[in-house]
């Protein structure tokens, strides 16, 4: 039986990246401070911020309030959960975030696509359920902005892990997307905008989904049914293939993205001025912004 390298106690975790071996406690306390220092190396928090976590009862959110809850930090928590209206879903996830917050004793908010546009995800993907990864993302950031904006967040934290971060780097090369492969673009967003951190940008899932067991945080939960829609589940799949067998290709590939963008530096020009959406003014640089957009030929598939 493995021993933790700092006490005699049953290890339950092995590092990939340095070897090490810890039980339960030691395990716990490495990576809430993973967690800080990313905090602080990238300054998330300042002193003082009312913070609006994005909470949607699944692992990594769960984890992420849990955590943020834990550090002492100089800062004031709200939890936001956007019920998307997926049948034989949501309604578990909910319960799970509502459980978490009366244990936790933080204040919590659940704003739904209804209250966005007036329909469930259900009702707006009855033509076209392939495109349900772009509509949800489009419309739980509207959402989310907007409900944050109403408990007098200054930022918004999200529960995206290094997993998530490296995928996203693969799925901008894959479409050829090198706007938000560079992004060294100049605009007014961050003006009109809600902030937003990921504090768990340096965890891996692997460890993220161990912190949540090791500390008893979650519970069985339904796949969204709408994942075998999304391109990120097949890049999800690679990368751990490869992270298995190559341990440290996720950070490999989220320090070389920071290293591209620092080599690039920022283009210099005009900034691209973002203005308001005529149908709900929220930000965007055309006349309806993505949400507005996306309602709008979804109407028309009717």
Not at 163 to 178: F, K, P, T
Not at 261 to 271: H, P, R, S, T
């Amino acid at each position: 039986m493995a021993v933790c390298d700092l006490c005699a106690s049953k290890a339950v975790w092995r590092d990939p990246a340095s070897g090490a071996v810890l039980c339960g406690d030691h395990f716990s306390a490495w990576y809430e401070e993973g967690v800080r220092d990313a905090i602080e190396k990238y300054a998330m928090i300042p002193s003082g911020s009312r913070v609006a976590v994005g909470l949607s009862g699944g692992k990594d959110s769960t984890v992420l309030l849990t955590v943020l809850a834990k550090l002492n930090l100089d800062a004031e928590f709200v939890a936001i959960t956007v019920d998307e209206g997926i049948a034989n879903y949501r309604d578990d996830t909910i319960s799970a975030a509502v459980s978490l917050v009366k244990r936790l004793g933080v204040e919590h908010r659940i704003v739904s696509f209804a209250d966005v546009c007036g329909k469930t995800l259900d009702e707006l993907l009855v033509s076209a359920p392939e495109r349900a990864c772009s509509v949800c993302g489009t419309l739980r950031r509207r959402a989310l902005n907007a409900a944050a904006r109403d408990a007098g967040a200054s930022l918004i934290a999200t529960g995206h892990c290094m997993d998530d971060e490296a995928q996203s780097v693969l799925m901008n090369y894959l479409r050829g997307d090198i706007r938000r492969v560079a992004e060294n673009y100049h605009t007014n967003a961050g003006d009109l905008f809600i902030p937003r951190i990921k504090p768990l940008c340096r965890c891996t899932e692997r460890a993220t989904v161990a912190y949540g067991i090791v500390n008893r945080l979650l519970t069985p939960l339904p796949e969204c049914p709408y994942t075998k829609y999304a391109l990120r589940a097949g890049i999800r799949t690679e990368l751990g293939v490869l992270e298995h067998k190559y341990p440290g290709t996720l950070s490999n590939i989220v320090s070389g993205q920071e290293r591209l963008i620092a080599k690039l530096g920022v283009m210099q020009g005009e900034v691209t001025e973002m203005g308001v959406c005529e149908r709900c003014g929220e930000p965007t640089q055309n006349r309806l912004c993505a949400a507005c957009t996306l309602i709008e030929k979804l109407e028309h598939l009717e």
